[in-house]
């Protein structure tokens, strides 16, 4: 598209965005979307992104927008950061054990991440090199404090299959499949709003072993995430000897070791990195040595096993979509695909979950709180005693940009404010309010 076409889609859009009623709701899940763009890589223009934050900034103001430009600055500031790790790393020949990490530092409060810590066992390559920045980034800004977040990275793993085609007609003794992995983990820093200085991060690393190669990863405690950019450096990693392979005939051919470089989140890398040590795994065992939450364990099992054909790395038995703990996984050693570089989808969520939905109800609400008591202290704080239905009645214009509160919610909001004394009820007329210097 043009730029004159996006531009003509962006007012359109804009048109339908003045129609709602509750625009902070949008902005969440607006904030949502936009975190997966920047940190996948997925925004088809970031000259378009900022456009609309532009446009969103002309009809709501600076408070509503202020959030997504913050997210900008982040993106902007750890490719700084990077750059100077990447030059501290050279100087003093750290070793990353052979992995090439990114890291993007995510403020919180900015990037719409988990607030609890997401775990999971990281290997011990991409933990090291994320390590290595961590004390870089702490010595630079101290007070701070960085969290990984496994939910937003990614990684690009370098994978080698030995065994037969699936299209061979002789079938191999069991092969493995060697793996270097180049991977990148995002971390982001938590903390108190009002304390020091809190800033999130989101690195990218070159990890090692595992059924695949190269990985880049986004986070803040541990989980599957977006790509980061970067150019993973592949690492030696063995499963058993890929020596011991045998040669694989198929139509008079040998069929020889086929390489390719797996592009996987984080959870799924941390799955197959168990493969480089382990021919045969169980449900049970990959969750009890990887500690990825099992929602996040089912979907990332199922893209590996039970995904596109063509993305398949894993086998599973049996095949079937459900998951219990006696189920067994093994490397696909037959995999092929036309594609040298393979992304393995991951299995969409159908919607917004249950739990979820209830999650952003309640962060909304939470945030509406605050919203309409600042508004109350403010229109208090200019006009020093308001009867309590030209207070409401101001509170909601004032509001109405965002969302319109109900007046029992701004009644609530009023209690709580006098019983924190920033309020008080005149003794004449308890309809009246006075504001508490």
């Known amino acids: 598209m043009t730029e004159a076409e996006i531009e003509a889609v962006l007012d359109k859009t804009m048109v339908l965005f003045r129609f709602l009623q509750e625009k902070d709701v949008f902005e969440r899940y607006y904030k949502q979307h936009l975190a997966k763009r920047l940190l996948l890589q997925k925004s088809v223009s970031e000259d378009s992104e900022k456009t609309m934050i532009s446009k969103l900034k002309t009809e709501c103001g600076c408070q509503f927008t202020s959030k997504l430009e913050g997210m900008f600055k982040d993106v902007t500031i750890s490719n700084t950061i990077n750059e100077e790790f990447k030059q501290r790393v050279n ?25 609890a810590n997401l775990k999971a066992n990281v290997p011990m390559a991409p933990r090291s090199a994320f390590e290595a920045f961590r004390r870089f980034y702490l010595n630079k800004h101290s007070g701070r404090q960085l969290t990984l977040q496994p939910q937003l990275g990614s990684a690009d793993l370098n994978a080698v299959f030995y065994g037969s085609r699936k299209e061979d007609s002789c079938s191999a003794a069991s092969s493995v499949a060697s793996v270097a992995a180049s991977a990148s983990v995002a971390p982001a820093t938590s903390g108190e709003a009002t304390v020091s200085s809190v800033a999130g991060i989101s690195s990218s690393s070159s990890a090692v072993a595992a059924a695949a190669a190269g990985l880049s990863s986004n986070n803040n405690g541990l989980a599957p995430s977006p790509s980061v950019p970067g150019t993973p450096t592949s690492a030696s990693a063995v499963g058993p000897s890929p020596s011991s392979a045998p040669s694989v005939m198929g139509a008079g051919k040998p069929s020889g070791p086929r390489k390719h470089i797996i592009q996987v989140s984080t959870y799924q890398m941390v799955i197959l990195m168990l493969f480089n040590t382990r021919d045969k795994l169980t449900y049970e065992e990959i ?14 099992l199922q893209s590996l096993a039970l995904g596109k054909p ?7 038995s049996p095949k079937t979509k459900e998951m219990e703990s006696s189920h067994e996984f093994t490397v696909n050693d037959s995999f092929t695909s036309k594609l040298y570089r393979v992304k393995i989808q991951a299995v969409a969520a159908k919607g917004e979950s ?5 999650e952003t109800r309640s962060k909304v609400d939470e945030d509406r709180k605050h919203e309409i ?24 214009d004032q509001l109405k940009s965002r969302f319109l509160p109900s007046p029992i919610l701004i009644k609530k909001r009023i209690e709580s404010l006098i019983e924190r004394e920033y309020l008080a009820r005149t ?11």
């Open 91 to 115: 100087s003093a020949g750290t070793n990353l054990c052979g992995v090439d990490i990114y890291v993007r530092v995510l403020t919180t409060g900015y990037w719409p991440t988990q607030s």
């Open 373 to 396: 008591e600042a508004a109350i202290v403010r229109i208090m704080k200019a006009r020093r005693r308001m009867t309590h239905n030209n207070l409401v009645a101001e509170v909601t």
């Open 354 to 358: 249950e739990p979820e939905r209830k």
């Open 287 to 300: 969750q009890n040595e990887t500690d990825i939450p099992d929602r996040d364990l089912v979907r990332a």
């Open 427 to 437: 003794p004449e007329d308890r309809k009246i309010y006075s504001y508490v210097a």
């Open 310 to 316: 063509a993305q398949r790395v894993l086998v599973k």
